[in-house]
T-cell receptor, first 117, second 111 residues
Framework: NAGVTQTPKFQVLKTGQSMTLQCAQD?????MYWYRQDPGMGLRLIYY???????DKGEVPNGYNVSRLNKREFSLRLESAAPSQTSVYFC????????????????FGEGSRLTVL | GENVEQHPSTLSVQEGDSAVIKCTYS??????FPWYKQELGKGPQLIID?????GEKKDQRIAVTLNKTAKHFSLHITETQPEDSAVYFC??????????FGAGTTVTVRA
């Protein structure tokens, strides 16, 4: 059981280049998230998708776009990368409990380390 | 928005001793408080969580306490072992996966 799979694991970009981080989950979860992790700042929510077909901004959405391709896949795109986007990016998913409410656990991928020069 | 502060940023304990990490939150509407453990090169993993209708929760060597009035919650690890060495994050949310994380605590257990 793979859980949450992110690709690529490492990427180096030049300022102004674009790229897409891919994420897929095999747990049949409704909700998916993109967080970024920076030293001394914990994890911050970039975008999330509560269910297939919906996406919403999180705390730090500027410079990013997302696509919820289907229930399994949620991609994060940097259209014009900037050095401030150097970070480790984590995709996560969560399901619902037996009564339909938030089940209370995020399942994270292993992260994608992005460096923008 | 929610602001979560976490202390200390680093913690070194002797194997067998206890470790305590404290967090405060700002939004009184937050009602879900998870703790995540992150090992080197891995994604965070949930270790315990507590909801606002409960004051304390235990799971073997780990426990979490919540004081809603003071808006703070704490993680307690007893009888620490080398495998407890990791980065620990507290978080808060209004019962959703849109978590606001603390900055993290690096715990080192000395043998």
């Amino acid at each position: 059981n793979a859980g949450v799979t992110q690709t690529p694991k490492f990427q180096v970009l030049k300022t102004g280049q674009s790229m897409t981080l891919q994420c897929a989950q095999d747990m049949n979860h409704n909700s998916m998230y993109w967080y970024r992790q920076d030293p001394g700042m914990g994890l911050r929510l970039i975008y999330y998708s509560a269910s297939e077909g919906t996406t919403d901004k999180g705390e730090v959405p500027n410079g990013y776009n997302v696509s919820r391709l289907n229930k399994r896949e949620f991609s994060l795109r940097l259209e014009s990368a900037a050095p401030s986007q150097t970070s480790v990016y984590f995709c996560a998913s969560s399901g619902r409990g037996t009564r339909g409410a938030y089940a209370g656990e995020l399942f994270f991928g292993e992260g994608s380390r992005l460096t923008v020069l | 928005g929610e602001n979560v502060e976490q202390h200390p940023s680093t913690l070194s304990v002797q194997e067998g001793d206890s470790a305590v990490i404290k967090c405060t939150y700002s939004d009184s509407a937050s009602n879900y408080f998870p703790w995540y453990k992150q090992e080197l090169g891995k994604g965070p993993q949930l270790i315990i969580d507590i909801r606002s209708n409960v004051g304390e929760k235990k799971d073997q060597r780990i426990a979490v306490t919540l004081n809603k009035t003071a808006k703070h919650f704490s993680l307690h690890i007893t009888e620490t072992q080398p495998e407890d060495s990791a980065v620990y994050f507290c978080a808060a949310s209004k019962n959703s996966g849109k978590l606001s994380f603390g900055a993290g605590t690096t715990v080192t257990v000395r043998a």
